[in-house]
């Protein structure tokens, strides 16, 4: 279906309402399916999947649906293993491209993977080689996962996350350790100072405890060259904080799963961790840890993998199911249009921008819904109050249009919509006088009465860019021709008289103001009335500056509304 730019406009603000209620940049693409189309069928089809799907989304969705991330499995060149093979594999194993290759063992890595029986076996798969390549992702992506699977259960449908979840739990111990050994330096230092606190609160109590009498006692034993005796009663102390230190150590070695033994015995206070040990350490952990990870990761991949063709689809329908969660909640209280030959028609439609807005119903052509005074007129003119909602009316028409021919529901309780070819929107430019505006407008409006095709044509008062007595000549041809070529027009002009009397098979609607509120605001009734010619007014508003407007001001719009009472 071909819009205008106005149109489009409109289009693309409904877009917009749309996509502001996505959470996920994935399920944006589905808008994209969308366009507005003139062929029937794909309507009817895209109603269809709406109907059978916007059922399913419930209100609990928005909030797991907003965990969901896209989980890419990416090649990545693992420095860490070597990969030895036979000379007549090697072109395929470079091919793999996730790791060094070579003949033989080579020095600096730490893991060596071989197929000829030279460090842990593999085979020339990627999954055997790198089988982190998978597994890291998933893990780190277990929120999605989780959400998946609460998808599942929501829907009735068992997720295939969930069996992925339960075999990634086999890899919870060593990641605890891995993280504990991000965090190793300040973990050693804690222990450290915590000891050392311990150590001086135990010599302080110990020098407290060497009374005098005892003091004499060593002296009289070193003077007999008694030294075993003195050693003793000082070695006690020692061996508590060896005991102390050794304590400490276990627990550590506990925590990492890896024998530690760090402090130094040399010097017992302050004691020290050697900043190498702390490194000599780090690196047989990580290496530890990094066969480990290899071991688990393998053994898990082999049990998961064939599952993951089918993740992937589960996330792409999740993010579908975002788009129709988004649908839902914009199109709440909308209904599905029919489609028919001959007219456009709603009951109590609601301006999509508008807030609380006076709902309104409205027919063009033929449509299988009695109003009185209508005749099955294609053409309209729209006359009114000033601020009556004229140009809301025909952002409604558009607005409603537009959503029907995306296969959308549309904001209104009842509708009926001819399949369209084209909809042009003419708004009226408030600001651009002078002939060349006029020219713009003359053309554009031509422009679209050329081609034939099933058309609506809404245009804003085209007579502000010229003056009223050649706009009415002008005018009336140009809707005889749209009449002529079966189009359907409706448009917003202060000059419904003249234009009735020129163009006999148009209807004239009105909006009327129905007096001024206590607030002195206008009251109208947005429900154009049909047949009707609509006044605009302007007694109103001069009642309304009357009673606003004090002294002198105030004596001549009396006056002038006296002119009409
Ligand atoms: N159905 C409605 N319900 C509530 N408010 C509405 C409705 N339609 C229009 N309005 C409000 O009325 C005001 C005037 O609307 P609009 O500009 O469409 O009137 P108009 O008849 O085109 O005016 P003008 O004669 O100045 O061109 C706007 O503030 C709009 O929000």
Known sequence: MKLNSEAR?????IREEIKKRIQLRESLDYLDKFE???D?????RRQAYFKENLPKITPELKEILAEIKSIRFKKDFLHDRLLVVDESEIEKAQALGVCEVSTEPLEGHDLILSTIGIGIDVELSISEIAPELYIMPLWENRKTLKALVQIGNLLGKKSVAEPILEKLKELEEVMKRRELLEHLDEMIAKEEKKLNEKIAEKLEKFSLTL??????EFLKELREGNYDTIFKHFSEIESEILEEINEVEKQLSEKLNFTVELFSRENLYPVEVPPESIEALRRELERELKVEMYLKS???LAEIKHLIPKLKDEISKAYELEFLRAVKEFTEGFTFPELIEGGIAFINGGHLFIKNPQPVSYVVGEAPVKFDNVNGERVVILTGANSGGKTSLLELISQIVILTHMG?????EKT???VLDELFFFKRKRSIYGAGAFETALKSFVRALTNDGRKLILIDEFEAITEPGAAVKIIAELLKIAYEKGFYVIIVSHLGEDLKKEL???RVDGIEAQGLDENLNLIVDRQPKFGVLGKSTPELIVEKLYRTKRGKEKEIFERVWRAFT
């Open 9 to 13: 406009a409109i289009y693309k603000s």
């Open 36 to 38: 507005p189309t003139n």
């Open 40 to 44: 029937k069928n794909e309507i009817l």
């Open 211 to 216: 009374t005098g009498k005892e003091l004499l």
């Open 298 to 300: 393998r053994e898990i």
């Open 408 to 412: 959308f529901p549309v904001n209104a």
């Open 416 to 418: 009926w919509v001819e």
């Open 504 to 506: 006999p098979f148009a």
